[in-house]
């Protein structure tokens, strides 16, 4: 069963930031809120935390796994970044925005798409994401509070609602969100603010002369 956590949204108790810190550093997965929807995180550098998020989204290994940075100039630490995509990015972060990247060698190969070498970051405009990944001095996992396709259609897993329409997990209210997912992770992050049902716009930008949107989210950007 998971331990919830309550934290001020500006100013992040440092007592329960440093026994979540302590958690996900010895594998602990969480559910917590973002600028966008709430996520599935653990440590970048656990491997047993990522195995325990892609065996809770039912995720294969080579479906790559998004994370969050702190900034721009931590991006490139975990990615090749062009002078052309940080021109692109520079404009558009902190914010509700994935880039698809070429990854550095400090991106654990359990995250990448294998294939593509790629990998999904972004930078969140939120202050408890951004105080985590601080204290814990790497990126954090930022995979959706839903399921995969083949999850959804699984009646075990996937509350009904009361009119019968089946709803993505990430789409329900806080309080069954935190419900549905109290014996399926460590730790429940709550900061009291309004949550949010929109998904990050992806943008990528492996071809740097030619950025191509992949989904269109909350975050607005145009093609040059």
């Known amino acids: 069963m ?3 956590h309550k934290l001020h949204p500006d100013n992040p108790q440092p007592r329960a930031i440093a026994q979540i810190i302590a958690a996900l550093r010895d594998g602990a997965i969480m559910l917590y809120p973002t600028d966008t ?3 599935i995180g653990c440590d970048l550098m656990s491997k047993s935390g990522i195995e325990s998020v892609r065996k809770l989204k039912q995720m294969s290994n080579d479906k790559p796994l998004t994370f969050l940075c702190s900034s721009l100039s931590n991006i490139s630490e975990y990615a090749i970044v062009s002078n052309a995509n940080y021109r692109t990015m520079k404009s558009l972060v902190p914010g509700p925005f994935t880039f698809i990247l070429p990854a550095t060698k400090l991106v654990p190969k359990l995250v ?7 990998t999904g970051i972004r930078v969140p405009d939120h202050g408890v994401s951004q105080t985590l990944i601080e204290a814990l001095g790497n990126p954090i996992i930022s995979t959706s509070a839903n399921q995969s396709k083949e999850n959804l259609e699984d009646e075990d897993f996937m509350p009904q609602p009361k009119n019968g329409k089946k ?4 789409e ?4 069954e969100l935190f419900d549905h997912f109290y014996k399926l992770v460590d730790l ?19 071809d740097d002369l030619h950025p191509e ?8 950007f145009e093609l040059p």
């Open 2 to 4: 998971a331990t919830i």
């Open 37 to 39: 929807v709430y996520a």
């Open 112 to 118: 990448l798409n294998p294939k593509r070498k790629t």
């Open 167 to 170: 709803r993505n997990v990430c």
């Open 172 to 175: 329900l209210p806080k309080i």
């Open 188 to 206: 429940i992050i709550d900061d009291g603010s309004d949550q949010t049902f929109e998904v990050s716009t992806i943008i990528d930008l492996t």
């Open 213 to 220: 949107i992949l989904r269109q989210g909350l975050g607005k």
